[in-house]
Structures are given as C-alpha cells and as structure tokens.
C-alpha cells in the first residue's frame, strides 16, 4: 500500500493540525516566552524571599516555610520548570542583547540588561553550595547551615545580600515595563510599590534576624566540612559553570560583533530633517539608527511597539520599505495613521530613507511630581465635572470691572476649595466656569462619589455665598450649573512653557461639558450621567430621570437631572 493509499488516523484532518500549529506558534513570539519564563522565576524569587522574612519570626519559622517552599518547587516538574525557565530567559537575554543593534538606550532598559546579566554571577556560589552539600559534605544543607556558612564570611552575606537586591529590581523593572500602559496599572501603583518595596526590606531583615540568633549561641550549627573529593568537586563545578556563563556571554557579543560588521557591507542611509545622514547595517530599525547617531528620538514603551511615539513620516524611500508586521500594524490602525506614517522601533529599511519623527524630542519643562505615564499621556477611567454660573453676563452688565473680578474670585474660591476638600484636580478655570477632575489616583467608583460630594459642597458654596454677598449682588442670586459625567480619556501633560499642565481631552470631557449645558435648560443644578450615580453611591430617586440627546455622540445618554443638588452627600450616606 503506497503513502497516499494509507487511511489517516481518525480525528482532527492534518491541515487543521497545521492552522493550529501555526496559531500557535504565532502566538508564543519570544516576548511572550520571556515574560512567561520571566514571571516563572519571578515567583520563585518571591516565594524565596518571602521565606527570608520568616527570619524575623525565627530561624525555626525559616525552616517551616522551607518546607513548604520544597513542596511548591522541590517537586519534579516544578523543579524542572524552574530551570527550563532560567535557562530559556537567560538564552533570550543574550539573544535580545545580539540582536541590538545599538548598546545607546534609556538607563531604564541599560539596568534591566545588565541586573539580568550580572545575576548569576552573584548566584552562582549560592547555587552550587547548596546544590552540591550533599555530594561535598554527605549532608544537606538546611537553612541554619546556609545563614552559617553565609555570615561566618562577610563577604559572602553581602553577595548574597547584592544578589537579593539585584534579582528583585531586575524583576520589578521587568512587570513595570509590561504593565505601565494598561489602563488599570495606576489604581495598583501605589500598594505595588509598596509591596516592591517592603518584601526586599523584610527579606533582608529576616536573613540580618537568623544570622544574629545563630551568632547568639541559642541554635548550635553543626558544621559540616567538605571532604577533600567534594572540594574538588566544587572546585570543578565552579569553574565549568563560570567557563558557560562568561563563554555564552562573550560568544554573544563576538557574534554580534560579527554580525554587525558583516551588515556594514550591506547597510542603508537615514537622513533626517535637520541634514543628519546616519549610515547602519541593514536589520536596523530606524529608532536604533537614531539611537547610533545620537538623534533624540522619542519610544515612550522602550522601542517595544506598544505607544506610537517613536512613530515618523517617510519622506523619501517608502516604496522599499517592508510592509508593517502584526504588532505595528495595530498600533498603526488604532491611531488612524496614513500610509507614510511608520513606528520607528518597528521599521527595519532595506533601502536609503529620509525620515522625520513626528512627536518631537524637546517636551515642555514640567513640574518634577509627574509621572512617565502622565508626561507622554495615558488613557484612563476619569470622572469629569463642569461648573459654570448660570446668567452671569447679565448679573455684571452694570458691574465695574474689578467688581466683577471680586465677585468671580469668591466663586472661584468656593469651586476650587470644593474640589480640593473632595480629592479632587481643579484642572483650569474657562471664563465663567471650571473644569475639575476626579479619580486621577483612585479606583473609579472612589472618584465618582467624590465628584457627587464635591457638587454637592459647590451647590452649598454658591448658596452661602448669595447670604454672604446679599448687599453687592443686589438682589440678583448666584446660580451653578454642574456636569457630571465618567469614561475613558486621554490625561496628560498639554501646553507650552509655563502654561503646560495636567489635563484631558477626549468624548467624556465633552459629554459632561454637555451636560452642564443641559442643566442651563432644564433649570436644574446638576445633570448627572446614570452611570455615575450608581456608581457613586446615588439613589436615582435623588433627581427625575432623563434620556437626553448630546451634540457629539450618536447614542442618546441616561442622566439624572437634580434641580437641587445641596444634600446629595446626605442622600448617598443615607443609601450607603
């Protein structure tokens, strides 16, 4: 019977096998496989440390937790996965590092590189020590013996210690750079940071606590030399494991030196807009030929296609380049860019090209508390409110001027204490009103009640401010109206100079500007989008429910209009 004659195996047919194969190979790219291998280790390294701040408890408390440790990773296949991880991130570091094509970077990425690469090298007597007792002394080697052998030579606690801050940074650098842009990493920041923090602290304490009790005299640690076969053991082991370590880094690196030179014959020309011509090795992409040239060049996400700051018009030469692949093609059509509109991090020209960056590298000097995320703006769930004054070009018709500037301070005033008072950002004042923001560090339901509080103190302020101001008002009263709306939008640092700040665009800030426009026509002092009175903590019953049209938005909006909005806080307390 002849191969074709053959009846295939029952089940899936053999090309669906292959789509599924293929599927599946696209979807383990090696960034994936090193996040995976990375948060692999990461655990590990947590669980480790974790088990080193029992040292505080006590040096028994140690060798509990130990015991748990071995039934998580001292099993066989968790033993195994452990090290194909290490090995895996290891190799794709090196890979990562031949395939750069230049070593100029942010200090950021040059730390990450270097922690991870210098991290065996702190581990490795470590490893082996522990690896090895048995075989070099007969006995194995248990927490009492490690914290021993480790303080009864200072040098080797403090490369222990080195190690423990080294492993733990270079792990945190690496979830910072894959969770910094999902939109929920702010309301995590903090407690993550915290929690970065403390479990190093601890671990180190825990470790200073069990090598004091066993200084004390209170553990007796019997000591367990190496016999004369097991220190050559060691010997050999130390040497064949560093022999690896420093000839994969150094094959690595005259590899990519080979590489490089090889790709000098074959290079291609970037000239930008200012006359600058940089020559490299074709496989460069156009951020790593600015980075050559020492050009500034924008790549908030590290050159990694996860923003589209780095991206640059193709003036000349964009017939020759490759077509953009599955990662630059989506950031692409997520902004709506044309066709000559390229990631630099991703562009990989065959060919002479004559680009120019599209986001320039000279930012506006900004106050020094604002973060990466808000310097290069980030998308997020904000609560949005406008206030204005409700008839105001009539009240200061017959007002002099710097009446009118008194009259609108104390309003001001009123806004802005307001929504300071109810952790709230008093973004700008436009004329006769204010826009304020809520949530910009806290959890979004948190910032919808604050901003239902905050229109509550503004409705409160303007009433007392018509007692107070009865006499200059002249019988004409202060009347607010609010917009209160939440969803997605883009904050950041806009502006030039002096006048740069921290604010927001995008269709929420629009819709609430709406709604306070719809509470001018309703009469009402608040206009509040359903959404966020639930969210809040409002009882609808607080106002008369509406489906109102908004100018902008194809979909009508459910809103709560509240013709008095003086004892919200009241009746959010009195649900709650």
């Known amino acids: 019977m002849s191969l074709a004659e053959r009846p295939r195996p029952a089940g899936r047919p053999f090309p669906a096998r292959l789509r599924q194969l293929r599927r599946a190979a696209a979807f383990w790219t090696e960034r994936r496989i090193r996040l995976v291998t990375g948060l692999v280790l990461f655990a590990f390294i947590a669980l480790h440390f974790a088990n080193h701040a029992l040292g505080l408890v006590s040096l028994t408390a140690m060798e509990e937790g130990e015991k748990w440790f071995g039934r998580i990773w001292g099993g066989g296949p968790m033993r195994a996965l452990f090290y194909v991880a290490l090995m895996v991130h290891f190799a794709l570091a090196l890979h990562a590092l031949y395939k750069r094509r230049t070593l100029r970077m942010p200090m950021r990425e040059a730390m990450q590189i270097l922690f991870g690469l210098g991290l065996p090298l702190l581990i490795i007597p470590h490893v082996l020590a522990v690896g090895l007792a048995e075989q070099t002394t007969g006995h194995d080697a248990d927490y009492a013996h490690v914290v021993h052998a480790l303080w009864a030579a200072p040098a080797n606690a403090l490369q222990q210690v080195a190690a423990l801050v080294v492993a733990w940074v270079h792990g945190c650098l690496g979830l910072w750079f894959w969770l910094r842009f999902r939109p929920w990493f702010p309301r995590i920041a903090l407690p993550a940071f915290t929690i970065a923090l403390l479990v190093p602290v601890l671990s180190i ?60 014959l074959s290079g291609f020309r970037v000239t930008y807009p200012e006359g600058q011509v940089i020559a490299v090795p074709i496989g460069t992409s156009v951020l790593e ?25 193709v003036i000349e030469g964009q017939g020759a380049l490759p077509p953009p692949h599955a990662a630059e093609r989506t950031t692409l059509e997520r902004i709506d860019a ?3 509109i390229r990631l630099a991090c991703q562009l990989r020209p065959t060919a002479n090209l004559r680009v120019a960056p599209v986001v320039t590298a000279e930012l506006p000097r900004l106050d020094g508390g604002a973060t990466l995320a808000w310097r290069a703006g980030a998308e997020r769930s904000i609560v949005v409110l406008f206030c204005d004054l409700r008839g105001f070009t009539a009240m200061t018709e017959r007002r002099l001027p710097f009446d009118t500037v008194f009259l609108l301070n104390r309003f001001f005033a009123a806004v802005g204490e307001a929504v300071e008072s109810s952790d709230g950002y008093l973004d700008k004042f436009i004329g006769d009103g204010a826009l304020a923001l809520f949530g910009l560090g806290k959890p979004q339901d948190a910032a919808c009640a604050d901003a239902l509080i905050a229109a509550a103190r503004i409705a409160r302020a303007a009433d007392a401010l018509n007692r107070t101001l009865a006499q200059e008002l002249g019988g004409a009263r202060i009347r607010v109206a609010i917009g209160l709306h939440t969803g997605a939008a883009i904050v950041g640092h806009m502006g030039y100079g002096r006048a740069a700040s921290l604010t927001v665009v995008g269709d929420t800030i629009n819709t609430a500007s709406r709604l306070e426009t719809v509470a001018k026509e309703h009469d009402a002092e608040l206009v509040v989008s359903v959404e966020l009175a639930e969210r809040g903590g409002l009882p609808l019953k607080a106002g008369k429910r509406k489906i109102v049209a908004i100018r902008g938005r194809s979909a009508p909006l459910d809103v709560l209009v509240v013709t008095d909005a003086r004892r919200l806080d009241e009746k959010m307390a009195v649900a709650g």
């Open 338 to 340: 044309p066709s000559d």
């Open 205 to 264: 304490l825990g470790f200073v606590a069990a090598g004091k009790e066993i200084g004390s005299g209170l553990v007796t640690v019997v000591r367990h030399p190496a016999t004369p076969a097991g220190a050559a053991l060691a010997a050999q082991a130390s040497l064949a494991v560093h022999a690896l370590y420093f000839g994969a880094i150094a094959a690595t690196l005259l590899a990519r030196a080979l590489k490089q030179r090889r790709g000098l």
């Open 289 to 313: 030929a600015s980075r050559i040239g020492g050009i500034p060049h924008v790549a908030v996400c590290g050159g990694k296609g996860r923003c589209s700051t780095c991206r640059v018009r």
